[in-house]
């Protein structure tokens, strides 16, 4: 198993600029996650989705767009992008809702909004 | 409304010597609660987890951790710091009627002085 794969691992983007950053897990969960970690912050919830169709907003949901088309994938869209945005990006997944299983996480994607 | 403070933002121990990261949590229900490390430019790895089962958990790498409900902590500790063990380290709660939202610390930075 590849576990959770996130693309790419670096990404410099122009202030109004838009992008999607790529999440998949081959481990077939139903819940994924997207955070942003930013200094002396933690990990915040920016979207989750509790399986394919299904999506809601987390913590910091402004400025990002999700779906989750697959079980596979959950790709986070940034719709123009924001010098606050900077930040780094994980991608996570567990196997069910109802149960607080361990998240898996991928490795993340450093965002640089100029 | 569930809530995770992380004592510590930064501790320093002497290679050899115990390691105490301290944890904090405020729940409405019975939580979960999770330890994650993060090493430099690395993802998110699982410590250890306590589910409502025995209230001393141990986790990977010698750590381990104590669920102490009438003080609302969930520490970890290690009796001998090793130098691989300088990271990050995230206390995580998550509860079931929110399903599998995680509510992360801030972080607790580890020094380990040779």
């Known amino acids: 198993n590849a576990g959770v794969t996130q693309t790419p691992k670096f990404q410099v983007l122009k202030t109004g600029q838009s992008m999607t950053l790529q999440c998949a897990q081959d481990?077939?969960?139903?819940?994924m996650s997207w955070y942003r970690q930013d200094p002396g912050m933690g990990l915040r919830l920016i979207h989750y989705?509790?399986?394919?169709?299904?999506?809601d907003q987390g913590e910091v949901p402004n400025g990002y767009n999700v779906s989750r088309s697959t079980t596979e994938d959950f790709p986070l869209r940034l719709l123009s992008a924001a010098p606050s945005q900077t930040s780094v990006y994980f991608c996570?997944?567990?196997?069910?809702?109802?149960?607080?299983?361990?998240?898996?996480f991928g490795p993340g994607t450093r965002l640089t909004v100029t | 409304a569930q809530s995770v403070t992380q004592l510590d933002s930064h501790v320093s121990v002497s290679e050899g010597t115990p390691v105490l990261l301290r944890c904090n949590y405020s729940?409405?229900?019975?939580?979960?609660l999770f330890w994650y490390v993060q090493h430099p430019n690395k993802g998110l790895q699982l410590l250890l987890k306590?589910?409502?089962?025995?209230?001393l958990v141990k986790g990977i790498n010698g750590f381990e951790a104590e669920f102490k409900k009438s003080e609302t902590s969930f520490h970890l500790t290690k009796p001998s710091a090793h130098m691989s063990d300088a990271a990050e380290y995230f206390c995580?709660?998550?509860?079931?009627?929110?399903?599998?939202?995680?509510?992360f610390g801030t972080g607790t930075s580890l020094t380990v002085i040779p």
């Open positions: 995580v709660v998550s509860v079931r009627p929110d399903g599998n939202q995680f509510y």
């Open positions: 481990m077939n969960h139903e819940y």
């Open positions: 729940s409405s229900y019975s939580p979960s």
């Open positions: 306590y589910t409502s089962a025995a209230t």
């Open positions: 996570a997944s567990s196997y069910s809702r109802s149960n607080p299983y361990e998240q898996y």
């Open positions: 989705s509790v399986g394919a169709g299904i999506t």
